[in-house]
């Protein structure tokens, strides 16, 4: 069976274990079915997220124009402290960013490599931590906006890590960690602001990822250097598909590329 079209992240289910679903413009595929089959990806071409034009992918699924112009690839996304909808005050597109920055926002303690501070609207709760290959996470505060929950994170990520090292995640070379001990040891540094929305008394989410064999050693699958690649799925974690040979490929960092997916 061959599946063609551009590569945006996997869309998950909540489930024992997870379930993984690559959607294209026409089809979709359940991720999960694959895994002991022979699966090969060829680098067809590139098309942006956003204008749909054949151009060279700069971040994010766009190209480099889009990328400096819409609101979705502005700062703020990935610096949540730096935004201002809820000051009235436009960046790239008002509109747009009083949609998504004004409405509930969780900041949260995640273990994928190590204990982490991170943001997410409320919707994407746990979305968010599946994508990061967490096997246990935790809400901290819920606040009304991106800002506060932007500077909540600011002021954790002196006391806590905020990146996840993506080889630890995919070793699976993880410890399990007490999250509401965490949370407790953590509560004083939240800004003044943002403390009435700590939440006292929810309790860790833990996440079963479908993976059969862990990499030992993993190495990135770089389509642009290695335009045709074929290996047995063994796991998926994260947004990342794990091979039998160590080979890991993420299909997030790789949004915007065409491919042909082949199953044998």
Not at 208 to 222: A, C, R, T
Request: glycine share 4%; hydrophobic share 35%.
């Amino acid at each position: 069976m061959n599946y063609e079209g551009v590569l945006t992240k996997m869309q998950t289910e909540v489930g024992s274990p997870i379930q993984y679903y690559l959607i294209f413009e026409n089809d979709f595929l359940n991720v999960n079915q694959l895994l002991n089959k022979k699966v090969s990806i060829k680098f067809v071409g590139f098309k942006c997220l956003n204008c749909g034009l054949a151009k060279k992918i700069y971040r994010q699924g766009f190209c480099y124009d889009c990328f400096y112009e819409i609101p979705q690839a502005a700062d703020w996304i990935m610096r949540p402290e730096l935004s201002t909808a809820h000051l009235d005050k436009e960046d790239r597109d008002l509109e747009y960013e009083k949609k998504v920055q004004l409405q509930p926002h969780i900041v949260y303690l995640a273990n994928s490599s190590n204990v982490k501070v991170g943001v997410t609207r409320k919707t994407q709760v746990p979305t968010r931590w599946i994508d990061q290959g967490a096997h246990e996470a935790i809400e901290i505060v819920e606040v009304p906006n991106r800002y506060l929950a932007g500077i909540t994170e600011v002021a954790l990520k002196n006391h806590v890590g905020d990146k996840t090292n993506w080889r630890t995640m995919l070793k699976n070379d993880i410890q399990d960690e007490n999250l509401v001990d965490w949370r407790e040891k953590l509560k004083q540094f939240i800004p003044k602001e943002a403390a009435s929305y700590f939440l006292e008394s929810n309790t860790e989410t833990n996440l079963e990822f479908p993976v059969i064999q862990y990499p030992q050693k993993p190495k990135s699958l770089n389509l642009q250097k290695t335009p045709n690649y074929e290996g047995v799925l063994k796991g998926i974690k994260g947004q990342y598909l794990i091979f039998e040979d160590d080979t890991v490929f993420n299909v997030r960092s790789n949004e915007g590329n065409v491919v042909v997916i082949s199953v044998n």
